[in-house]
């Protein structure tokens, strides 16, 4: 009994600290410098239209940045439109970003606009721009300087007003060297870099942060689990990889999986990866420094052209030592790495909304009459691809 209150005490004292920072304000949980420095860069640059380049590893907060300085920017009240550059098939990218003309391709049947338009006024948060084909780096170099859009089949420039935020966790600098990217559009983006520390370099976040995803995944659920500080300092110990979609992702595992109204050091321990699975890393996966080798390519794996995976979707997670394996869809969540029930599993006919593109919090009247802007359904197979 004791030894829950002091770690239900703790717990207040690490949700108020949580609270206090003033990144909380954008949902960004953590107070160590290297993060407080990050939303620093964030606020002074909000205000201005500099193109911002988000770096840091995978799930290390890059789309919630991109959200938090659209949100304190001026354009707030204006749409805020995610485009996922690694999940748009080649042919499809001109026509996803610029829109076409009614006709301009074989079942072409209605004007679409595509994100550039979609965002005018707002922000373009073009996110993996590392995985962007050369081709339309090219067209978005060119978008970038003349701020203006020719939809496909289109006749007409359409300017456009757009603040683009881009995001990667690939090393640009190395991809100009290899000539997988243009130097001139890195220099067009990388105005304003802002690098996201991973969980590593700020493990003392990691308390606060495991105690804003329970409280999440427990309102969710309607569950009441706790931690004991044994278990905070357990969490904290380890290295977390896939940094906070993987602690996320433990944490409600742990749960949902769990009988228990506390848990303990031991019962983290079985969730976390065993040794088995540390030392199976993924040939190519380059340790980080004080990291043991082979965790993160045995945690995240890789797709098949090399690409890593999305970090420790829930279905990519070591079982815990004990439980059952549940298939994905039985814990309620979509692997990311696999289509939709029901979709077909070929990437091309994947809805383009599910593949990558949404459109977010576009108020009413941003839309003009006349213009249908629908969420993004054109599949090469039922409308035809864009020449
Ligand atoms: N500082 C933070 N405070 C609270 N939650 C966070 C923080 N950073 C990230 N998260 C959460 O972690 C998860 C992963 O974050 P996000 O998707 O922004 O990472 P990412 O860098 O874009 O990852 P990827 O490169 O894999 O796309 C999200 O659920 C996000 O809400
Ligand atoms: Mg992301």
């Not at 549940?326 to 599993?345: E, L, S, V, W």
Request: proline share 7%; with cysteine; net charge positive.
């Amino acid at each position: 009994m004791q030894a829950r209150t002091e770690s239900l005490r703790q717990q207040n004292r690490l949700l108020s600290r949580a609270l206090a920072s003033s990144a909380s304000r954008y949902g960004i949980v953590g107070s160590s410098p290297r993060l407080l420095q990050a939303v620093t860069e964030l606020e002074q640059v909000s205000d201005s239209t500099a193109s911002v380049l988000l770096l840091g590893e995978s799930g290390t907060g890059k789309e919630l940045f991109a959200r938090a300085l659209h949100l304190a920017s001026p354009r707030r009240e204006a749409p805020f439109i995610k485009v996922n550059c690694a999940a748009i098939p080649e042919t499809l990218f001109e026509s996803e970003l610029f829109g076409y003309e009614r006709g301009a391709f074989t079942g072409a049947q209605s004007l679409r606009q595509g994100s550039f338009e979609q965002a005018d006024g707002g922000t373009l948060f073009l996110d993996e721009i590392g995985e962007l084909p050369l081709a339309m780096q090219t067209k978005l170099l060119r978008t970038l300087q003349e701020g203006s859009i020719t939809r496909l089949g289109g006749k007409s420039e359409l300017a456009i007003d757009v603040r683009l935020v881009a995001a990667t966790n690939r090393h640009l600098e190395e991809e100009v060297a290899r000539g997988a990217f243009r130097q001139d559009l890195y220099y067009r983006l990388n105005v304003i870099p802002i690098r996201l520390p991973s969980l590593a370099e700020r493990s003392g976040d990691i308390p606060a942060l495991a105690l804003h995803h329970l409280n999440r995944i427990n309102q969710a659920n309607q569950r009441n689990v706790h931690l004991t500080g044994g278990a905070l300092e357990r969490l904290q110990a380890y290295p977390w990889p896939g940094n906070i979609r993987e602690l996320g992702n433990v944490i409600e595992r742990m749960v949902l999986l769990t009988d228990r109204a506390a848990l303990e050091a031991e019962d983290v321990e079985r969730f976390l990866p065993g040794e088995q699975e540390m030392a199976a890393g993924a040939p190519g996966e380059v340790p980080r420094a004080g990291r043991c080798r082979g965790r993160a390519g045995a945690l995240s794996g890789r797709h098949r052209d090399g690409r890593r995976r999305t970090p420790l979707c829930a279905g990519h997670l070591p079982q815990p030592r004990g439980a059952l394996p549940r298939p994905a869809a039985q814990r309620g969540q979509q692997d990311p790495c696999r289509p939709a029930a029901g979709a077909d599993a070929s990437p091309v006919q994947l809805p383009l909304e599910q593949a990558g593109a949404r459109r977010l919090a576009r108020p009413a009247a941003m839309d003009s009459p006349g213009l249908e802007v629908h969420p993004l359904r054109v599949t090469p197979s039922s409308q035809g691809a864009p020449p």
